[in-house]
């Protein structure tokens, strides 16, 4: 992995560990749970950390460095390290900065998980959370208090497909010197990269687009190298990495993003066009229609519009189940970022421990849908959303 390369495919595949005597072309699984020593000396100097080697694969292990090395290159990050999944690099990430009577400031739009570790969790450990909504992003600085030490945001937020301005929270960051930490997960490092933006680290959940095949489950936190090591240090005491196996899939992944992103973008266009004109539907969010109230800030920070559309459709409960009921084509899942289209209904899924008063504040609303447009033909995604609203008029 010495060589550096400045396009992003290259980058992606051709970033890779350096081949053993068997001259393999593709990355062999290193399927261990420990590394040998050649003697005492060897074993004591890599413990004491005077000489880098594997130790131990849940402190590192080939495959995790070569899927790290090559987010890291991807984000333009210093460091990084992969986890088992999306929450525990969230966790790990914040778990291994703060201390009992730290403060976040967060944006209110984030995953259901994410709000019950900041709402349920954290404060056990006398860790607060103030939320700021999409439409006070100006008046965050009204939130920060002199133990603030996280600024925190989903953007794309998930399930509302809202906008944040990164520029925006890395000028605040900066004002007040905290961390800002931003999850990249719906827009991968091939449609946005937070770091150049300011961002001082970035978290996935490698389960989504960065698999995009439904396969494994896997996480990672990649920026600065000082932070990093604290999340390191943490991380191999509690145990939360990433297995080898899971880590090979998703280096291999990676290798085809670029192309399976730039698909699944130009899909997601084409359906929230469709839904932005279909009768049974209220409204439709997706970054890059120039009614997204945050358009101008999506085409600054990212490439393409992402793969995930909200939209509400008409007739509240009673329409979202008949929409439901009546897909056949597209699957019924709380994952997103698969080659499978899937449509989810956020208020009784993936955020149904919120309250009814939090759902609202982020605009999860009994008829939303959030649709993760896969890699199938347009026509049959299209025909498949399109038969299911029409049902709505005979519910």
Known sequence: MKLKYDNFETQAVRIQNEKTQFAEHSTPLYLTSGFVFEDSEEMRAAFAEEKERN??????????????????????????????????????????????????????SVFGSTHTLFTKYFPKWNIETSYYTIDQVDEMETLIQT?????????????????????????????????????????????????????????????????????????????????????????????????????????????????????????????????????????????????????????????????????????????????FDAIQLCSLSANLGDTRTIVTHPASTTHSKLAQEDKNAVGITDGLVRCSVGLEHIDDIIGDIDRALQGIKKG
């Open 147 to 323: 133990n603030t030490k996280v600024l925190y945001a989903e953007t794309p937020t998930n399930p509302g497909v809202d906008i944040v301005d990164l520029e925006l929270l890395s000028r605040i960051a900066k004002k007040y010197n905290l961390l800002l930490i931003i999850d990249n997960c719906f827009a991968t490092p091939y449609l946005q990269q937070p770091i150049k933006f300011g961002a001082d680290l970035v978290i996935h959940s490698a389960t989504k687009l960065i698999d995009g095949q439904g396969r494994v489950l896997g996480g990672v936190t990649v920026g600065r190298k000082e932070l990093i090591r604290e999340i390191y240090l943490f991380s191999r005491n509690t145990g939360p990495a990433l297995s080898p196996f899971n880590a090979w899939v998703l280096s291999k992944s990676l290798e085809t993003l670029a192309v399976r992103v730039e698909k699944h973008c130009q899909n997601a266009h084409e359906l929230a066009k469709f839904l932005e004109q279909h009768p049974n539907v209220n409204w439709v969010k997706y970054p890059f229609l120039p009614s997204h109230l945050k358009f101008e800030i999506a085409q600054k920070q990212m490439l393409l519009g992402g793969n995930i559309i909200s939209f509400e459709v008409k007739g509240g409960v009673h329409g979202g189940k008949t929409f």
């Open 55 to 108: 130790l131990y694969s849940r402190f590192s292990n080939p495959n995790t460095s070569e899927f790290v090395a090559k987010m890291c290159q991807l984000e333009g990050a210093e460091d990084g390290f992969a986890f088992a999944t999306g929450m525990s690099a969230v966790f790990s990430t914040f778990a291994a900065l703060l201390s009992s009577g730290d403060h976040i400031v967060s944006c209110r």
